[in-house]
């Protein structure tokens, strides 16, 4: 590690995203495609495109499970300061399980919204 590699690394790594988004950008101009899945379908044929439909699809599985633990131990924290308890009390040690399934019912039906501007109402 140390300083000078990582801040090298980070250069790099940065140089190489704007060279990636500017070649994706210029192959979805060229092949007038708007999704990532569509530009690999025309690129590289159908396998490729559930191949790249599948990964964001499992990233964005990710970052959702990750956002909802994260949530869910905001809110424990939370009810522990307002309830003045101590550790794992809240709702005997099991408060991240049960608090990550009481967020399911609301982000089930807003994750199936399919376009944004359905969601201007609540803007």
Same mark, same amino acid.
């Given at each position: 590690?140390?300083?000078?590699?990582?801040?090298?690394?980070?250069?790099?790594?940065?140089?190489?995203?704007?060279?990636?988004?500017?070649?994706?950008?210029?192959?979805?101009?060229?092949?007038?495609?708007?999704?990532?899945? !569509?530009?690999?379908?025309?690129? &590289?044929?159908?396998?490729? @495109?559930?191949? #790249?439909?599948?990964? $964001?699809?499992?990233? +964005?599985?990710?970052?959702?499970?990750?956002?909802?633990?994260?949530?869910?131990?905001?809110?424990?924290?939370?009810?522990?300061?307002?309830?003045?308890?101590?550790?794992?009390?809240?709702? !005997?040690?099991?408060?991240?399980? &049960?608090?990550?399934?009481? @967020?399911?019912? #609301?982000?089930?039906? $807003?994750?199936?919204? +399919?376009?944004?501007?359905?969601?201007?109402?609540?803007?």
């Amino acid at each position: 590690g140390g300083v000078g590699f990582c801040t090298v690394m980070l250069i790099v790594m940065c140089i190489w995203n704007v060279d990636s988004i500017l070649l994706l950008f210029a192959a979805s101009m060229a092949t007038e495609c708007k999704s990532y899945g !569509g530009l690999a379908r025309d690129s &590289y044929g159908r396998g490729f @495109q559930l191949l #790249v439909d599948g990964s $964001l699809c499992a990233a +964005q599985i990710g970052f959702c499970a990750a956002y909802i633990v994260f949530i869910a131990q905001c809110l424990g924290q939370a009810g522990n300061w307002f309830m003045n308890c101590t550790g794992d009390d809240l709702l !005997g040690g099991n408060w991240v399980v &049960y608090l990550c399934l009481l @967020q399911v019912p #609301v982000l089930i039906p $807003l994750a199936l919204i +399919q376009s944004m501007s359905r969601l201007v109402w609540a803007a």
